[in-house]
């Protein structure tokens, strides 16, 4: 008896210590500088997002904040990276809805982690509006509804760019292909990313994609590409003039991409919830918001951490229903 109560009180003595050891970690971050893993190459909106925020981030808590790109695998490199590195809040990762949510679901079984268990999301932190771009480059395409007939006319001729089978720009071009008539489009991945994706557009290898606001926007003031329609909830005052895509009846068609901060899954809440003031209060800074806004980028954070699980679980069963409904080969 007197072995158990000693048991007992060991046990109440490590969990008072591991605790306290907890809270304090929560009240020094960061004590060191933070490794932000971005599952891309330099030049997109993920990477850009991220060195934003990390420039804030260093200003306003005293420690430096780095991005360290880690592209390939559809962001299973930089997932297993971030989930597999010590749960303390100095190894952090922003992704988007292609590594976060549709590669967990397209390549589950590529993962070496339990993905739902090993990691946590802290906060969505924008959405991004798209376009549907045409190449300037020999394409004399000049609206979605000379697309459609186009590639009507040359099955099998129009190339599309996304930045890697099973990402969002595949789903959402191959889904536009079947709700435009099964149209046969040819899809042209680029595993440089966005960057990749702008460079084959520019030299006509790739045709037509869906390309953020803010990396295709000076493409498009220099000639180079032709906006055909926008992805968003409303027109863009800076393009009064181009039609969303359910004005021209895709309601569905076309993703709104978002970019969302994750951690080990085994952080402590605590540690989680100093990392989510931090994220929350550096968006708040002038500087960000104007960043934010240059780029065309849509501040959404979560109102807590649970409800960033809340919205990352929404997120996974919408795109659960996606991929079962379009089916591309994604190897």
């Known amino acids: 008896m007197k072995r158990a109560l000693a048991f007992t009180s060991l046990l109440l003595s490590l969990c008072v210590a591991a605790g306290a050891a907890f809270a304090q970690s929560a009240e020094n971050w960061p004590a060191k500088p933070v490794k932000i893993i971005v599952p891309y190459a330099p030049g997109g909106a993920t990477d850009i997002v ?28 930089a997932i297993d990276d971030m989930a597999r590195a010590p749960p303390d ?8 809805v292609t590594t976060n ?6 390549y589950a079984e590529k993962f070496k982690i339990d993905y739902g268990k090993d990691v946590v999301p802290v ?12 190449t300037g480059k020999n394409f004399d395409v000049k609206s979605v509804a000379e697309l459609i007939a186009y590639a009507k006319q040359h099955p099998g001729m129009v190339r599309y760019g996304t930045v890697g089978p099973g990402s ?47 990396s295709s926007t000076p493409q498009i003031k220099a000639g180079n590409f032709r906006a055909l329609a926008l992805v968003d909830h409303k027109r863009l005052s800076t393009f009064p003039d181009l039609p969303t895509m359910q ?33 929350i209060d550096a968006m708040k800074a002038p500087a960000v918001a104007a960043a934010f806004d240059n780029q065309t980028f849509n501040t959404v954070p979560n109102a807590s951490l649970d409800d960033a699980k809340s919205w990352l679980a929404g997120e996974m069963a919408h795109w659960q229903k996606i991929t079962s409904e379009v089916k591309i080969e994604t190897e």
């Open 89 to 96: 809040g100095y190894t952090l990762m922003i992704g988007n």
């Open 247 to 279: 004005e021209l009846g895709y309601p569905d068609v076309g993703t709104i991409a978002w970019q969302g901060l994750f951690a080990p899954g085994a952080t402590p809440r605590p540690v989680l919830q100093t990392i989510f003031n931090g994220f």
């Open 50 to 77: 991220a060195r934003i925020l990390a420039d804030q981030l260093g200003k306003n808590l005293g420690q430096p904040f780095y991005v360290e790109n880690k592209p390939g695998a559809f962001g299973i490199i």
């Open 123 to 134: 906060t969505n932190l924008v959405d991004i509006p798209a376009f549907l771009l045409a």
């Open 168 to 214: 969002y720009p595949h789903y959402d071009m191959a889904y536009f292909a079947k709700r435009a008539g099964d149209l046969d489009l040819i899809a042209i991945p680029n595993k440089a990313g966005a960057s990749g994706v702008i460079n084959d557009m520019l030299n006509g290898s790739t045709q037509i994609a869906f390309l953020n606001v803010a």
């Open 101 to 106: 949510a549709i590669t967990p679901i397209t």
